[in-house]
C-alpha cells in the first residue's frame, strides 16, 4: 500500500457526481481532484493540459465514437502523445488551442471520413503534416492503429476485448502501456479476420482476453490460440467495475495517482490513458462507488474504502447472499423487483 495516493475523476459532475467525489476523499490521505471540461472536447483539453507541456505528435478521434480512441490510447501514451477529441465536420475549438499549445508538428487522425471528415483533415493540414489511420470497420481500424506501431515478434503480450462494448478495452489501457502491447477488438462470438490477421502477423509471445465469457466467448479464447506460441489467458470479474479492478491488480505496485471514470459513457475517458499511463483506471458510475472499485481504491491506498451506493426512495429486492455492495438502483418511474 501506498501512503498519500491521489484520486483522480475524468470528468464534470453530470458523469460522476460531487457526492461521488467527496465520498472518495475518505479513500485515500492524498488529493481527491476532478479534471472536466465543459463538453468531451473541452474535457479531453484538460487531460491533455494537465499531462503534457508539450509534443511532438498528437492523435485525433471522433468523440462520438470509442473504437479507435482506446486502442490509439496505448500507444499514444508510449509515444508520449495526447489523445484529443474533434466534431466529425468540424474542429472544436478547444482542440484547436490546445494543439497550438502543444507545439505539435504532426497530427494523426484515426479512423475513415466518416468519423474524421476531409474537412477536418484539411483544416489541419494548412497547419500540420497530417496522416491518416483508417479501415473498413472498427476491427480494421483497431487493427491498423495496432500495425501502425508494433513490430512482429516484438509484442509481449496482445489484449483482446469486445468490440461492442468499451469498459473492458478502456479500463486495459494501462496494462497494454504496462507491458507495451496493443488493444485489439473482437466480436462477442467470432473472431474478425482483421483481428486475425493482425495477430498473425504480431505473433505474441501471449495473448489477455479482457472481460469473460459473456463479453468475449470460449469459442473465441480457442480460436486465439493459434496465434501465439504462449497462453491466452482472461481477465475478467464479476461486471465491468470488477473486471477493471481484476486488469489494475495486474499493474505495477504503488501507483501515486488512482484514475476513475464512468463506466456508462465513453467520452470522457478517452483521453485518460495517456495520462494515465501505467497507473490504474477503475470504474464508477455517476452516483455510486461499486463495490469492486472500493476494494480496489482500499487496496492501493491502505485505507478503508467503503463503497456508495446509489439510494432510491423505491424497494429494491435482492437475492439472498447478493453482495449489496454492487447494487446500482436507478431511479424509476415505478417500484421494480
Known sequence: ASDGVDIV????????????????????????????????YATATAVSKSAFDSADIAYVAVGTSYPEAVAAGPIAALRNAPLL????????????????????????????????????????????EVSRI?????????????????????????YVARGDLFPDALAGGPAAVTNNGPVLLTDQTELPTATAAELQRLAPDSIVIL??????????????????????????????????????????????????????????????????????????????VPGPTANRIAAITGMPCNPRVRVSTFTTYYTPGQDLSLIHISEPTRPTR
Do not use: M, W
Not at 465536420?89 to 476531409?118: M, Y
Not at 483508417?134 to 496482445?158: H, K
Open 85 to 128: 477529441l474533434t466534431r466529425t465536420e468540424s474542429l472544436p475549438p478547444e482542440t484547436r488551442t490546445e494543439l497550438k499549445r502543444l507545439g505539435v508538428s504532426e497530427v494523426i487522425l484515426l479512423g475513415g471520413t466518416g468519423a474524421v471528415s476531409s474537412a477536418v483533415e484539411a483544416d489541419l493540414a494548412a497547419s500540420y
Open 211 to 288: 472481460g469473460g465469457p459473456a463479453a468475449v466467448a470460449d469459442d473465441v479464447r480457442a480460436s486465439l490460440g493459434q496465434y501465439t506460441k504462449g497462453e491466452v489467458n482472461r481477465l475478467a470479474g464479476r461486471d465491468r467495475y470488477d473486471t477493471a479492478a481484476v486488469i489494475s491488480s495486474t499493474l505495477p505496485s504503488g501507483p501515486n495517482t488512482i484514475y476513475l471514470a464512468t463506466s456508462e459513457n465513453f467520452p470522457d475517458a478517452l483521453a485518460g490513458v495517456p495520462l494515465a499511463g501505467s497507473d490504474p483506471l477503475l470504474l464508477v458510475s455517476d452516483k455510486a
Open 9 to 40: 475523476v475524468l470528468g464534470g459532475s453530470s458523469v460522476v457526481s460531487d457526492p461521488v467525489v467527496e465520498h472518495l476523499s475518505s479513500c485515500t490521505g492524498g488529493t481527491v481532484a476532478r479534471i472536466a471540461g465543459r463538453d468531451r
Open 134 to 158: 483508417t479501415g473498413t470497420d472498427r476491427y480494421s481500424t483497431v487493427a491498423a492503429i495496432s500495425a501502425s506501431y508494433f513490430e512482429p515478434n516484438e509484442v509481449p503480450v496482445a
